[in-house]
């Protein structure tokens, strides 16, 4: 299971608050074209990936060390819905943890809206994940005692964003996942569905590049699963880039690309099936 804590390897990225990772509105825009099969490195259509990784190797330090991820290479162009599904164990939690620079990979390339973050100190990929990154965790991570409201504008709270401007943006994300109507609700007083929503607002409020959310309906129940997936295939449908960890074959059947990860590598990719190689 993910922590959306620093992670004990030798390379940390850099010690991550809640806070940080928490925070952030993915562009409403156009819906790109995804081209299944690009070579990894060349831009579609001129625009970088959203996320790409390149050849990237995570080893855990131990006698003997564990390799989570086996040369893994990847491209998630903006405006896609992808799952990516493994049983435990797989990598899953790792990778998420290297897509979103929560931790460095031993070797290889992880590229966010086109900045190679290899080449970026600790401070400066701290900047990237807070700018380009919405998180979304299966915990919530919801501040207790805070209304909905403010748990989404503090997500802003780092980005210099003046208060007034927090709250109208806060107020707009929370409408855009259907709970304009909790905006003062204490977070302890909301469902888990509804929680889960807060949290997926506090994720897009600062207008990521992409939202990697790890196994966002594992605290639910299968209503509320439902009405999640739906609120992701949404907010999809708006040009949101979305990332879904998940163990759960029905869910990630249900989004338009798999990628199936097993022992560490990428067992298949349904993007890139039917490919001329
Ligand atoms: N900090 C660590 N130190 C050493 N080994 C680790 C560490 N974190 C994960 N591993 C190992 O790396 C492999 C991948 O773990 P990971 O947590 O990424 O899997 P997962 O697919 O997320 O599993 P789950 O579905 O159970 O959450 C596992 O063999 C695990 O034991
Ligand atoms: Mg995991």
Request: cysteine-free.
């Amino acid at each position: 299971m993910t922590t959306p804590t620093t992670t004990t390897t030798t390379t940390p990225a850099t010690t991550t608050t809640t806070a940080e990772m928490t925070s952030h509105l993915p562009a409403v825009g156009a819906r790109p074209t995804v081209t299944p099969g690009t070579t990894p490195g060349v831009a579609a259509g001129g625009r970088p990936a959203a996320l790409e990784l390149r050849n990237v190797v995570k080893e855990y330090p131990g006698h003997p060390p564990v390799r989570a991820l086996d040369d893994v290479s990847v491209r998630i162009d903006h405006g896609e819905l992808v799952a990516v599904v493994g049983p435990s164990g797989s990598g899953k939690s790792t990778l998420l943890n290297v897509m979103g620079t929560l931790d460095r990979p031993t070797n290889g390339v992880v590229s966010i809206d086109g900045a190679d973050t290899s080449t970026l100190s600790d401070r400066r990929v701290a900047g990237v994940r807070a700018r380009r990154i919405g998180f979304v965790f299966q915990q919530f991570f919801l501040l207790p005692g805070m209304t909905a409201l403010d748990n989404v504008a503090n997500g802003l709270l780092y980005q210099g964003v003046p208060p007034r401007d927090r709250r109208e943006r806060s107020v707009v994300a929370l409408q855009r996942v259907g709970l304009g109507h909790r905006l003062r609700h204490d977070s302890n007083h909301l469902s888990g569905g509804e929680r889960q929503r807060v949290a997926i607002a506090r994720a897009l409020v600062h207008e990521p590049a992409f939202v990697l959310a790890d196994e966002p309906t594992g605290n639910l129940d299968s209503k509320s699963t439902a009405a999640v997936m739906d609120l992701i295939g949404g907010l999809h449908d708006e040009g949101t880039t979305i990332v879904v960890i998940t163990h759960d074959t029905a869910i990630a059947a249900s989004l338009p690309r798999q990628v199936a990860v097993f022992d560490g590598r990428i067992e298949s990719d349904s993007a890139l099936e039917g490919a001329t190689s």
